[in-house]
C-alpha cells in the first residue's frame, strides 16, 4: 500500500513551475520563494482539525477564536472528539456562541467519529486525496474546500488545487490578466501545467490575490 509523505520539495517544486509556466514563474520570481510549512510535520488529529474548522466558518479569526476557548474550558479540554464534546448538551454550547447548525454539524462529526467513520492520521497516510475527501465531506458542515486546506496546509500534500477559491481564481485572473475570473472549470485546464505542485502554484495564487488589493498581511486561509 503506497504510503504519502507530508510535505515536498519546495525548491524542487518552485523550479518545476518557473520553468513550466512563464507567466505564473514571472511572479513566483517577483515575489520570492515560499517555505515549506511547518504544520507539515506536526502531528494533529483530523477530528479536532474539522471541529475547529466548523467553528471558524463565517466568523472572524478574533471572535471564531473566542468561542473556540469558550467551548475549551465549558468541555475541560483542548481537544475536540467524541468523548470531549460528549461533556457538553446543546444548551450549554449555544451559550458559548456556537450557532445551532455548527452545534448540529459538531454532534454530526462526533457520532461519525464514535462510528469508525473518520480516518485518523496513520490511515491518511495511505489514502489519496480524493479519497480522504470522498471520506470527510458527507460530514455535516464539511465541504470540499475545508478538506483541501487540510490536504495542503496540515497533511501537506503537493498537488492539491482548490478551483472554487474565489482568492485561487482571482490570483489566475491577474495572472493571465483576464477580463474576469477563470471559472473552476477553466482553472482545472489551466492547472494542468502545474502538475504535480499544484499546491505550491494555489500558494502563489493566494499571494498574488493579495498583492492586488495590497493586503497588509496574507489572507488567512486555514485554521491552526
Not at 471558524?56 to 473556540?68: C, D, F, R, W
Request: with cysteine; glycine share 8%.
Amino acid at each position: 500500500m503506497a504510503r504519502h509523505s507530508r510535505g515536498f520539495d519546495t525548491e524542487a517544486a518552485f523550479e518545476h513551475l518557473t520553468r513550466r509556466d512563464r507567466k505564473l514563474g514571472a511572479w513566483m520570481k517577483r515575489l520570492g520563494p515560499i517555505q515549506a510549512d511547518p504544520r507539515w510535520r506536526k502531528r494533529f488529529d483530523p477530528v479536532d482539525a474539522l471541529a475547529r474548522a466548523i467553528l471558524y466558518q463565517q466568523l472572524s479569526g478574533k471572535a471564531a477564536a473566542t468561542i473556540v476557548s469558550r467551548v475549551e474550558a465549558a468541555i475541560g479540554s483542548d481537544r475536540f472528539h467524541c468523548d470531549t464534546l460528549g461533556r457538553i448538551d446543546d444548551p450549554a454550547m449555544r451559550a458559548c456562541g456556537v450557532s445551532g447548525n455548527k452545534t448540529l454539524a459538531l454532534r454530526d462529526l462526533a457520532l461519525r467519529e464514535s462510528r469508525g467513520e473518520i480516518p485518523d492520521l496513520k490511515r491518511m497516510s495511505t489514502m489519496h486525496g480524493d479519497d480522504i475527501v470522498a471520506a470527510l465531506v458527507p460530514i455535516r458542515g464539511i465541504g470540499r474546500w475545508t478538506v483541501e486546506m487540510m490536504l495542503m496546509f496540515r497533511l501537506g500534500r503537493p498537488d492539491v488545487l482548490p478551483v472554487d477559491d474565489l482568492g485561487i481564481r482571482k490570483g489566475a485572473q491577474r495572472v493571465d490578466k483576464l477580463d474576469e475570473m477563470p471559472t473552476p472549470k477553466e482553472l482545472i485546464e489551466r492547472g494542468e501545467r502545474w502538475g504535480p505542485y499544484r499546491t505550491y502554484a494555489s500558494m502563489y495564487l493566494w499571494r498574488i490575490a493579495d498583492a492586488a488589493i495590497k493586503a497588509k498581511t496574507p489572507t488567512k486561509r486555514s485554521q491552526d
